[in-house]
């Protein structure tokens, strides 16, 4: 299994190098060079395995044969050993034939989880065999930093930095983040929004001196890695429901259109999938792209569910890569007109869109509304993002296919948000109550390249 770049100018590359390596050095992103297929007869016998059964039969095809069968199972048992429910991604009923798939059982309490768990484990075994050690930097909104920092803490080969919005993640997230006492684990608060520490972590991939210089590696949602470890909820949710037999649809809370990309693997795979719906808060780029009106950025209006506060989606490449036929060089020029604000889809990728994703945005008073009607309708607290799914899901299903909705993180997480829409205080799980009493360690630093990779080099000069 090769892995080719959606820009066409960057060396196809096999399972392991592509994920180490995250961005492409055409500053693309690496995508398989074709996508296995799964027939149903395989999915059929899906049903009834454990989630770590049907994650090495769904992912076991991308991999090639840089790991071993029996690594590979090890590998994906250590990633979800620590998650807190033993079905992983269990679904819960909202109501009729609407259901939840519940993604914060791991140990951040987001779905993030479940990609970035199995990078550490992948990481330190390739790393490991080669006897290498890597840096690896991330840009977050807060979820993607403290599953990072989480995956990667203690690890012997790897120092890992993450940038985040000075002033612009919850409390919990910049907690998680800021709290580890590991030595190879590195806070840093970023006076800017996500799009610039985005924008920053993609100048520093392209300063190959600094980038080979500190062993560079990316574990951003651009990894094709932690794309493939969330194909796997989309197999074991729908098999649940009664797939290959019964299609089922999803309702997918987005902002750098990774989780949802996933999904559309999944049916790319041979998932019997009817609907995949985006859903966006007012950061709808994406809602105004696949609703015809182009893709032009705007300013980022910071929203309750700021996982989503996106203008610049970074997976959406690979899918306009396969929009545009896989013409690597029509995607450089849709690249080059995004530098300066935004581009037009031709009609052909637009068609191809509107095929594939049916999409919507929602208001915040609309995002509150959800959370208080779900809670009262079926008791479940919703975080802010998750219930940016359920209104989406409710307005755009189809009321005799299942819709699943993916809840994308705890409750817990953004309780501010969650108290003034429902009045409940969501408490964190048991086993993280002290994370308020833990000091933290974080680095303040303006949005600089020079200023952050001066700051980085020192650090793992230590
Ligand atoms: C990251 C995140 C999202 C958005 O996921 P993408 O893969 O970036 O589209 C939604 N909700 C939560 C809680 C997140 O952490």
């Known amino acids: 299994m090769k892995y080719i770049s959606t820009r066409s100018g960057a060396p196809a590359l096999n399972f392991e190098d592509a994920m180490l390596t995250g961005l492409a ?28 059964e049907t994650a090495y039969r769904v992912m076991r095809p991308f991999i090639g044969d840089t790991f071993s069968d029996d690594g590979f199972r090890d590998i994906i048992n250590r990633a979800y050993g620590g998650f807190d429910h033993a079905a992983r991604a269990p679904l819960v009923q909202l109501e009729s034939n ?60 790897v120092d890992v930095f993450v940038m985040y919005p000075h002033g ?43 980038r080979d210089t500190v062993k560079l590696a990316g574990v951003n949602s651009i990894n094709w890695g932690r794309v493939l470890a969330q194909v796997v909820y989309y197999f074991t949710s729908a098999v649940s429901l009664g797939a290959p037999h019964r299609p089922v649809s999803f309702t997918v809370p ?18 019997p999938i009817e609907q995949l719906v985006v859903a966006t808060n007012q950061n709808d780029i994406l809602h105004r792209c696949i609703s015809g009106q182009g893709y032009h950025v705007g300013e980022v209006q910071p929203s309750i569910s700021p996982s989503m506060d996106i203008q610049v989606s970074s997976n959406f490449e690979r899918v306009l890569f396969d929009a545009y036929d896989r013409d690597g060089k029509a995607v450089v020029q849709l690249m080059d007109e995004l530098k300066t604000g935004g581009f037009t889809v031709s009609q052909g990728a637009l068609q191809y869109l509107q095929q594939n994703f049916v999409s919507d945005r929602v208001s915040e008073d609309q995002t509150r509304a959800s959370m208080s009607e779900t809670l009262k309708s079926s008791g479940e607290l919703l975080c802010p993002h998750s219930a940016v799914g359920v209104k989406v899901a409710q307005d755009k299903r189809d009321p005799n296919v299942p819709m699943i909705t993916l809840a994308t ?46 700051h980085i080099k020192g650090q793992i000069a230590k």
């Open 25 to 52: 050095r055409d500053g693309g992103l690496y995508v398989p060079e074709t996508i296995p297929q799964i027939s149903h007869a395989e999915i059929a016998a899906m049903s009834g395995l454990s989630y770590e």
């Open 98 to 157: 609407h259901f939840l798939l519940e993604l914060f059982h791991g140990p951040t309490l987001a779905f993030k989880d479940f990609a970035m768990q199995l990078i550490g484990q992948l990481f330190q075994d390739a790393l490991g065999r080669r006897g290498e050690r890597v840096t690896i930097v991330g840009a977050t909104s807060g979820d993607t930093g403290s599953a990072a920092i989480e995956a990667f803490r203690g690890l012997d080969n």
């Open 409 to 454: 993180a705890h409750p817990a997480k953004f309780p501010a948000a969650v108290q003034e829409a429902t009045g409940v205080h969501p408490p964190l799980p048991p086993r993280m109550s002290d994370l308020y009493d833990r000091p933290e360690r974080l680095t303040r630093i303006a949005k600089d390249l020079a200023a952050i990779e001066d």
């Open 254 to 271: 987005t902002g750098n259109f990774g989780d949802i990309f996933a999904g559309y693997i999944a049916r790319r795979m041979g998932l």
């Open 168 to 210: 612009r993640v919850s409390e919990v997230q910049r907690r998680q983040m800021t709290t580890p006492t590991e030595s190879n684990v590195h806070a840093l608060a970023v006076d800017g929004d996500f799009d610039d520490c985005q924008a920053l972590l993609k100048d520093m991939f392209n300063d190959f001196e600094f």
